[in-house]
């Protein structure tokens, strides 16, 4: 980037200058490098430690499959299991909260819609972990909710807090807007008049329903689908804050096993495998989407 | 005289090729000074790859752009002493309509104060108020938004003005207004314009020259008067509007036969070496019913559907062979005829035109 | 318009609908500050006492001070970084067109899509491998890594709708590279980059699970008030939470109305 050489100008473009007219990968060159140094780097070293001996700090050992026995025998996917069933329960709950409020937002609320999206978008900026704290104040015994059932109705509650329930509570509060938003996007991509059209045919409202709205915002829904369905199956502070020890979630083995246990290997091991799985998915919903159309909604 | 202008702009063999696409065929074009030069052709003809050659923004595959005899093929856009008014006409919605008409004035570095006056004069001379210095350009009307930007384009003083169809989205009686300011504009400032349009219409309306493309091709070049009465081919013929087009084949010195047989037909002129190619009449030329009555060339038909097209109604007839006749009159003085009966239509040879291909 | 296949009835339950579960939203955010004016050492509802006793506290502790510096730092330090990587970014994604474009957006979305913990505990075992001593430094670099492709995605949603043309305009016009970039292109895009600096300021103050593993001795507010949250109840927890959203609001305020002033003149030039 050292500016336009001004001797070559009347030359056929070379070098840096070849560079300059194409400004695309020119802009995309320093993001790139970031990310391959930050993102695809310690995921290589992650790949690379999932190989090692289990308690090892260094890379030069003897490969081995040790770990990914281990898995099975020390009945890992009891965790997995835990974390796919919690992240299903959430996002099917997402969905059927989200979808009448992201039909009203794209279609019904006109002005409002903004408003809605600014107080939706806002406790997003606030830590996570702050407002999972404010769920426990709310289901602690003697908290909010029992505090104030006790007084109007004399019932306690009190049993609410470090249960499945509250775990699934919470992942679908986090991740309500990573549901909303894309629903939002894709519901309003329905061109108002197919479904005219559509009636006009002769469906009924259930008809428009399934045949034109559904398969019309399915990019929206995939993309909310999946993106709270991967962040739900990683999600650590849910389970460790509204759940306690009820259950232990996979990213809960994953942190323990870096952590407390120093077994680096085995933490690499969950972690290749948390990666495999999540990745596969988002490969699957990346080839049927176009991102300019969805985002720059040409 | 027109021809002793020496081309400011010459377009020497010029070709531009997207991979296996040729958009832009060996175009050769000399461009006068001072003079309203239109390139038309359909979309894809490749009028618009050759505007972006001659600004600065598509680098040509061969060939050379030469001004004022010096060679511009590697010069950037921004050091060409020329501009353009774009399509949709770029004007930065950041800025005020005077803030726009300055832009050239400001990257070239000329004193505010100055700036200023240019700008007010300019908006003087397209008849904008003055006071729509400070206005927003959003909040101005299309036709407005049209003169701030060839304003815009005329603080830069270009040598040569280009425009890349600056009037395709106006609707029909603002472009017929604009079209007739833009050529009062021409020559006031004397300036050398350069517009693209796909439109022969329009072109005719302001052009001193015209430059037909079709392919990446040009397929003719000519004065307005030139297109009209002797265009080269049928393409040229039929970019006008509609014409009647007949195949045919040459039966004498004089005649032509209709493929079909529709009949044999006397021409003026017959092109050197002519044995086939398509005979072209326009509806306008054509007589119908008492009128057609001792014309050279007559066929008869029945009169099946009658059009209004404002000034003018056309008329179709369809022959015995088969074929679909269009006639023109004008609309004060319409046919009186039933429809669905017999008609006569005719023309004088010298009303019929003659290309080979 | 045609008969509106929902009823005024559907119309009304959505609405309510949505209202209700805005309302949930807010509701431990309320419960947080409810908290922060408790007198007492463990919560209980309904607050019997209240006072600002811990927010006198909060504002005499140094341990806070470091808390809240540590969080400012890393935070400012990742939103000017995330926009100049950002900026450029958004360009490739949505203002080019270029061969390997598809493959770009998809990769710089990638850690989106991607559990924040693991996310971290990966770039602990690579700063690790590379040497590096973790501090509030790597976690600058940590944040980054997530902060930087939401800030492309805010930013590019703009980008989508600038018109090349204009560029190209501004250019014809005899500008130089750096003259378009100035004059035309960074203008416009102008309210993209704040709200792209806003985003990357607010989710770099907020963020727990990447701080996590990446701060090393440092410690910000968001890792203090987890490990109080885990390891025993104090009323600080609250007392903090009810402060950083507060900063967060007081920000928002501060920069909505930073926009208004300057907006005003430029808005009633470019009404879209």
Known sequence: MSGRPAASERAAPTGVRRWWRRPGPLCAFPVSLFLLAGFAGPLVIVLAYSFMPPRTFSLRQAPTLENFASVISDSYYLSFFWSLFLATTAVLILFLVCYPIAYGMAKLFGRWANLVTALVALPLLISENIRLFGWVLVLLKNGILDGTLQQLFGVSVSGLLYTVPAIVLGLVYVYLPFMLFPLVIGISMVPESLKEAAADLGASRFEIFREVELPLSMPGIMIGGILSFILALGSLAESKILGGQTVIMIADDIESAFTFAQNWPKGSVLSVLLIALSGLIVVMLFRNIDLDRIIGRR | MEDAREALLVLDGLTKAFGDFVAVRDVRLDIRESEFFTLVGPSGSGKTTMIRMLVGMEQPTSGEIRLNGRVLNQVPANRRPTCMVFQDLALFPHKSVGENIEFPLKIAGVAPRVRRERASALLRQLRLPVDYYDKGVNQCSGGERQRIALARALAFDPQILFFDEPLAALDFRLRKTLEKELKDIHRETGKTFVYITHSLEEAMVMSDRIGIMKNGGLVQIGTPHEIYNRPVNKFVAQFMGEVNTLEVEAAGAHAVREVQGEGTFEVRDMPEHFTRGFLIIRPEVMKLGPAAAGAANTVSGRLFNDYALGSRVQYQVRSAGGAQWLVERLQDDPFEGASDGEVTLGWRPEDSILVSE | ?272
């Not at chain 3, 119309?11 to 579960?21: E, F, M």
């Not at chain 3, 913990?117 to 990966?122: D, E, T, W």
């Not at chain 3, 950083?244 to 208004?260: E, I, P």
Request: hydrophobic share 55%; net charge positive.
């Open chain 3, 1 to 272: 318009m045609r008969s509106e296949p929902k009823g005024r009835g559907a119309r009304t339950l959505i609405a309510l609908w949505t209202v209700c579960v805005v309302a949930f939203l807010y509701v431990p955010l309320l419960a947080v500050v409810l908290a922060s004016f408790s007198r007492q050492r463990y919560f209980q509802f309904p607050i019997a006492a209240w006072s600002t006793r811990w927010y006198e506290k909060a504002a005499h502790s140094l341990s806070v001070r470091d808390l809240v510096w540590t969080s400012l730092s890393v935070a400012l330090l990742v939103t000017l970084f995330s926009v100049l990587l950002a900026f450029f970014g958004a360009l490739a994604f949505a203002r080019y067109d270029w061969r390997g474009r598809k493959l770009y957006q998809r990769l710089v979305l990638l850690p989106l899509f991607f559990p924040q913990a693991v996310l971290g505990l990966a770039l602990l075992l690579w700063f690790s491998v590379l040497g590096v001593q973790t501090s509030w430094h790597t976690a600058v670099f940590a944040h980054m890594i997530w902060i930087v492709p939401i800030v492309i995605l805010i930013m590019s949603i703009q980008v989508y709708s600038f018109d090349p043309t204009l560029e190209e305009a501004a250019y014809d016009l005899g500008a130089s590279r750096w003259q378009v970039l100035r004059e035309v292109t960074l203008p416009i895009l102008s309210p993209g980059l704040v709200s792209g600096a806003i985003f990357a300021f607010l989710l770099s103050w907020g963020n727990f699970p990447l701080s996590l593993f990446s701060t090393g001795a440092d410690q910000t507010v968001p890792e203090w008030l987890y490990a109080k949250m885990v390891s025993g109840y104090t009323p600080m927890v609250p007392t903090l939470g009810a402060l950083t959203m507060a900063s967060a609001a007081l920000l928002l305020l501060l920069v909505w109305l930073v926009w208004q002033t300057v907006g005003r003149g430029r808005r009633r030039l470019a009404r879209r």
